[in-house]
């Protein structure tokens, strides 16, 4: 099977430091995948890497099977990139950045259209020295998409962008990975994460630390419980016939599948103790799951 | 093609909006081109005062464009992350680089038609005639394409605020020992030989040895230039920095 994005064994040292430490890692086309890691997990480093800005250590990494170092003009021609630190001439606007970098494509789409999508019609003609953080983050999401890449690499892309336009940035996202384009974005913000990724990659310590659609990441099934008060978990577990566990003062985790009738056995047995439900999840949140990987791995390495 | 053009377009347009390069390009050429053709503040060994001057300013321009200009809005672009994000482009390093020095050619032709009718409004007199003129052209050429290099190896390399101030130190430097307005033979021996292995020194003596003497261009001033302007933007293309 051929790969949008295809690493296997990437290492990429600085000096003694291992910022990218035996990482494999395969992008089909028409599959976003997410990057997800603390500061200095080596997600930069890795999108840096595959972006032909530096040569591995050791390892290979293919776009489109290409080598983004020797190749890098064939690569960068069918990839689109939003980069943490890329910006724009200040005396620029939207409208003149997006016409300029339509010419260094042979058939790019319609800078007017891609602001329209964007919502940056009313900003076009504003100097990016004048733009608000999100109108400059839009931009540069419109920039990356207007060579029609088929893979999009995507650092950070919702910093600084206001609910409306984090909403614009997920449908397109949506949209470019219908149009079978390969996303491979990083984040800190796992929401984002949980509402559009197809695979999940949690890196730590410039490693691999778990891989998995979203419903593997996060575990079996299990209801949290949350109540206005301590309850006995052992009473409660024996009438929902399922393990539970304390995990907090006021929080039990029942190993079971919600269903309405489970759910009553729980506000009744509550409400016999005095106690009320002031939230119920059914299963553990990305982030749960992302916090107790990552400090997993922070034991394993001490 | 057409990137390469656009991309001209953008650094032309982008160079004429900024003041400060304004300034530096003209601004500062013009005022000196007027101060020392009409005061008397250096001894200068031909009859005209403006006649001396002019061509050095010719060469300063060259200067002031190719090397400090291109070098610190280069070194700025790097440090925004805009050459960063045009890594991820297709337009290339080699386009790219080519379009910043037709920019730079491009001014600079303005530089020389502005600076050229100042100087004959002070009554300048240049010598060489067509022959003299295309002589002209090709070693401001030369010597736009060795500055340029040598901008482009700071910009490439060095962080924005160290290579502005890089930058200007040189562009002081070279103002004073190329012989642009204070005269080679003012400067001591060592100065004196030193300075005619650097772009701008080549190129104030070549300018001054075709516009105000109606001679040629000697052979170290060709060989300087012609060596610079090969080795200088092949060292920027090899060791320049996106990010």
Known sequence: MSFAIDVAHLQVHFGDRRAVDDVTLHVPYGQVTTLLGPNGAGKTTLVETLLGFRSPTAGTVRLHGLDPVRTHAEVVARTGALLQRGGVW????????????????????DPREILGVLGLDSCARTPWRRLSGGEQQ??????????????????????????????VIRELIRAERERGCALLITTHELTEAERTADE???????????????????GDAVVIVDTSQPVDPFELGRRLGCVVTVDGP????????????????????????????????????LEERYLALVADAVRESS | MRAWWAQTRAEVRMTIRRGETVLLTLGIPVLLLVFFSLTHVST???????????????ALSVLSTSLVALSIATGFERSYGVLRRLHVTPLG??????????????????????????????????HGGLAGALTVALVLLLGSAGCAGIGLLLAGRLRAEVN???????????????????????????VRHVALYFPPGAMADALRQVLTHAGGVSVTDWASLALWALVAPLLATRTFRFD
């Not at chain 2, 403006?50 to 050095?56: L, S």
């Not at chain 2, 680089?97 to 240049?126: C, D, N, R, Y």
């Open chain 1, 90 to 109: 200040f005396p620029m606007t939207p409208a003149q950045v997006m016409d300029l970098t339509a010419t260094y494509y042979e058939q790019p789409r």
């Open chain 1, 138 to 167: 839009r931009t540069l999401l419109g920039l990356a998409l207007l060579g029609r890449p088929r893979v999009l690499v995507l650092d950070e892309p919702t910093t600084a962008v206001d609910p409306e336009g984090r909403q």
């Open chain 1, 200 to 218: 999940i990659v949690i890196m730590n310590h410039g490693r691999v630390v778990a891989q998995g659609s979203l419903d593997a990441l996060a």
């Open chain 1, 250 to 285: 006021t929080r039990l985790r029942c190993a079971l599948a919600a269903s309405p009738a489970q759910v009553e056995i729980i506000t009744a047995y509550l409400s016999e103790h005095g106690a009320t439900l002031t939230n119920l999840a059914t299963r553990a949140s």
């Open chain 2, 44 to 58: 200068v060994p031909t009859g005209s005062r403006v006649d001396f001057i002019a061509p050095g300013i010719l």
């Open chain 2, 93 to 126: 390093q080699r386009r790219m680089i080519g379009a910043k020095i037709a920019g730079v050619v491009v001014t600079e032709v303005i530089q020389v038609v502005v600076l050229s009718l100042v100087a004959l409004g002070l009554h300048w007199h240049p």
């Open chain 2, 164 to 190: 502005l101030a890089a930058s200007n130190g040189l562009y002081l430097v070279l103002l004073l020992m190329s012989g642009i307005v204070v005269p080679l033979s003012s400067l001591p021996a060592a």
